[in-house]
């Protein structure tokens, strides 16, 4: 059985730059959460996606925004990239929000 | 706000031994405490996960102890193996899961042989 992927594995784009993450869960999960993971805060949790539709969202500047396809694999986009965005971002799949979550490996995302 | 405090940050314990990872919480409407273990360049793996109507769940040399009124609860892993170094992560989720999971800050474990 796959596990969840995210592509690209790593990332560097220039301040100001936009960019966009992917990710394909597990075949048969339907809820997609991403979060952010860097040094100084930990992982922090990003949004959450259910059936195409974003269930909730952490506390993130509008910069940062995501949505989920009828297959269930889901994008998030960072746009007007800092250098404080320079994190791992990690994607995790679940059957539903009431189950454990998988994770992806993560795409690392340097700013410069 | 840090709703989930993680201690010891660090710990080194000799093979063989028990190594305990220790989490207190604050926010009495989380209902789901699992425990990820991370590799170097990969993604948080979940290990176990225990809900509060349960004081104790046990999977293989992971355990895990949870104490309601406290509002604590650890992980222990007995007879620790070289390979379990690495950073543990307890997190909380509050019922629904609709505002995902709360981390600790993590728990850098290294085992001696």
């Known amino acids: 059985k796959a596990g969840v992927t995210q592509t690209p594995r790593y990332l560097i784009k220039t301040r100001g730059q936009q960019v966009t993450l992917s990710c394909s869960p597990i075949?048969?999960?339907?809820?997609v959460s991403w979060y952010q993971q860097t040094p100084g805060q930990g992982l922090q949790f990003l949004f959450e996606y259910f059936s195409e539709t974003q269930r909730n969202k952490g506390n993130f500047p509008g910069r940062f925004s995501g949505r989920q396809f009828s297959n269930s694999r889901s994008e998030m986009n960072v746009s007007t990239l800092e250098l404080g965005d320079s994190a791992l971002y990690l994607c995790?799949?679940?059957?539903?929000?009431?189950?454990?979550?998988?994770f992806g490996s993560g795409t690392r995302l340097t700013v410069v | 706000q840090q709703q989930v405090k993680q201690s010891p940050q660090s710990l080194i314990v000799q093979k063989g031994g028990i190594s305990i990872i220790n989490c207190a919480y604050e926010n009495t409407a989380f209902d789901y405490f699992p425990w990820y273990q991370q590799f170097p360049g990969k993604g948080p793996a979940l290990l176990i996960a225990i809900r509060p109507d349960v004081s104790e769940k046990k999977e293989g040399r992971f355990t895990i102890s949870f104490n309601k009124s406290a509002k604590q609860f650890s992980l222990h892993i007995m007879d620790s193996q070289p390979g379990d170094s690495a950073t543990y992560f307890c997190?909380?989720?509050?019922?629904?899961?609709?505002?995902?999971?709360?981390f600790g800050k993590g728990t850098h474990l290294i085992i001696q042989p």
């Open positions: 997190a909380a989720r509050i019922g629904g899961g609709a505002d995902g999971l709360t």
């Open positions: 075949s048969g999960h339907r809820s």
């Open positions: 995790a799949s679940s059957v539903d929000r009431h189950y454990g979550y998988t």
